[in-house]
């Protein structure tokens, strides 16, 4: 083991990196304006209404149920979600619950509500949907068809370093973090707690997932370069950060 590597990777769990912040030098303190909470798209763009209705009507099961229940699950069934389950899943993930002003606050918690994650969708067999990847806009609630190619599910096991599983699900959901949402207010105090947002927006889903009878396993292995460029990220300014399939029992 390489003690000094360990021990940098220990500081990053810790909040000491706080003590060497000048947080009135922050771009939020200087007076730059917001980044987006969204990633902009062209108006063009072919975009898929996601149904809603009231969730606590259609999926009963209890809080202490699915906490107890919850578990990681690699192998999935062929039955396809409807849209309204993935609706549903999106919502539970990273869905707006209320503006004030500027701010957007969701289902899952983050730091200043900042909200760095986005949500892609490799959708291999969900009903109302061609296969392809989609980007999820909890703005308007709405999928984003963001590209269609040959092989999706064998790039995806690839993307994954050949966990087989990940290209096995009705759909599987890839959240990329844009890291300037969270440096603009908290700069280099920023990036553990990214990584912290992704694990909120996990756990959402793993509880989601056992009110439709659904399956997932979280990854957070995976090639990162692979994935950046399947996707069409930059690997500076967005890139992939965590994983998940899902799929009916």
């Not at 730091?111 to 760095?116: D, E, K, V, Y």
Request: net charge negative; glycine share 6%.
């Amino acid at each position: 083991m390489n003690r000094e590597e360990i021990n940098r990777y220990r500081y990053f769990l810790k909040d000491s990196i706080r003590k060497t912040i000048d947080f009135s030098q922050t771009d939020q303190s200087r007076g730059v304006t917001a980044p987006p909470i969204q990633k902009p798209y062209s108006l063009d763009a072919k975009r898929v209404d996601l149904p809603t209705t009231d969730w606590e009507e259609v999926f009963t099961i209890s809080l202490s149920e699915a906490i107890r229940n919850r578990v990681s699950r690699r192998s999935y069934g062929d039955e396809p979600l409807s849209l309204l389950e993935l609706s549903y899943l999106l919502w539970a993930t990273q869905g707006i619950r209320h503006y004030a002003g500027k701010y957007a606050f969701r289902t899952v918690p983050s730091a200043g509500c900042r909200h760095a994650l986005e949500t892609y969708l490799a959708v291999f067999r969900v009903e109302g949907l061609e296969e392809g990847v989609y980007r999820y806009l909890p703005l308007t609630h709405e999928l984003l068809l963001e590209f269609q190619t040959d092989h999706l599910r064998e790039k995806i096991i690839k993307a994954s370093f050949d966990q087989s599983f990940a290209g096995k699900s009705a759909v599987t959901f890839i959240w990329t973090a844009i890291p300037y949402r969270m440096e603009w207010r908290y700069d280099i105090d920023s990036h553990k707690v990214i990584a912290m947002d992704a694990g909120h927006v996990g756990q959402n889903l793993y509880l989601a997932c056992e009110a439709l009878g659904c399956g997932t396993c979280a990854i957070g292995a995976y090639d990162q370069e692979y994935f950046d460029q399947l996707l069409g990220l930059d690997g500076e300014d967005e890139f992939v950060i965590y994983a998940a399939p899902v799929g009916k029992l």
